[in-house]
C-alpha cells in the first residue's frame, strides 16, 4: 500500500530562518499528496495539496512540489515565525478514499 | 459552518468498561472518516461513511469496534470491552466526496476525543 516517510523532529529554527522538511513516498498508481498541519490545542487542517506529478502546492508561504521522479514532497518555506510552530504530517491519498500520514515533525520557532 | 465537532473531549474508563463517541460533521459534508492517533505517530484510518453507508473498515477496527452514521448526519464511534491498547485519540473528519481517480479532497478534523483506559 502506500505510504511516507517524513524526517523525524523536533526542528528547532530561529525566526526568520529557512525551513525544510522531508518527505518521500511509495505509491501504486498516481497519487495525490498533501501537508498537514497541527497547531497547538487545535484540530488538523489542510495546508497545501498537490494532485498530480510537477504541481507545485503552496499556502501561507508554505510550498511543496511533487517530484515524481525522486518520490518526493518536501515542505520549505523562506522564514519562518514563531507562529509557524506545529507538527506537521505529510499525507498520501490510498487509492480513493482515505488519506494515509507520516509520523509528523514537530516544529519549533524560536523569536 | 461551526467545524466538527466531537464529545467528549476526554474520556477516562476502566478497562473492560464500554465506551461511545459521537462526531457532529459539517451539514453539508457527505463523507464522514474515523481515525485513530497515538502518541508520537501519525492518524490512522479506521473507518468511513458515504452519507449513511460504511465503505470501508480498516484491519484496526476489531470486533470490539462498532461505528453508526444513522441518517448519514452525525456518527458514533463505540468501544466495547475496551483495553490498554485502545487508549488514543480518536479523530472525525469530513468532507464532500471529490471526484477523480485519486482522493483529493480536503478533510476537516475535529479536535478529537482522547481516551484513557486504566
Known amino acids: 500500500g502506500n505510504s511516507v516517510t517524513q524526517m523525524e523532529g523536533p526542528v528547532t529554527l530561529s525566526e526568520e530562518a529557512f525551513l525544510t522538511i522531508n518527505c518521500t513516498y511509495t505509491?501504486?498508481?498516481?497519487?495525490?499528496l498533501f501537508w498537514y498541519v497541527q497547531y497547538p490545542g487545535e484540530g488538523l487542517q489542510l495546508l497545501l495539496k498537490a494532485t498530480k506529478a510537477d504541481d507545485k502546492g503552496s499556502n501561507k508561504g508554505f510550498e511543496a512540489t511533487y517530484r515524481k521522479e525522486t518520490t518526493s514532497f518536501h515542505l520549505e518555506k523562506g522564514s519562518v515565525q514563531v507562529s509557524d510552530s506545529a507538527v506537521y504530517f505529510c499525507v498520501i491519498s490510498g487509492g480513493y478514499n482515505k488519506l494515509i500520514f507520516g509520523a509528523g515533525t514537530r516544529l519549533a520557532v524560536h523569536p | 459552518d461551526t467545524g466538527v465537532s466531537q464529545d467528549p473531549r476526554h474520556k477516562i474508563t476502566k478497562r473492560g468498561q464500554n465506551v461511545t463517541f459521537r462526531c457532529d460533521p459539517i451539514?453539508?459534508?457527505?463523507?464522514l472518516y474515523w481515525y485513530r492517533q497515538t502518541l508520537g505517530q501519525g492518524p490512522e484510518f479506521l473507518t468511513y461513511f458515504q452519507n449513511e453507508a460504511q465503505l470501508e473498515k480498516s484491519r484496526l477496527l476489531s470486533d470490539r469496534f462498532s461505528a453508526e452514521r444513522p441518517k448519514g448526519s452525525f456518527s458514533t464511534l463505540e468501544i466495547q470491552r475496551t483495553e490498554q491498547g485502545d487508549s488514543a485519540m480518536y479523530l472525525c473528519a469530513s468532507s464532500l466526496a471529490g471526484t477523480g481517480a485519486s482522493f483529493n479532497e480536503k478533510l476537516f478534523f475535529g479536535s478529537g476525543t482522547q481516551l484513557s483506559v486504566l
Open positions: 451539514s453539508e459534508h457527505n463523507r
Open positions: 505509491a501504486t498508481g498516481y497519487p495525490s
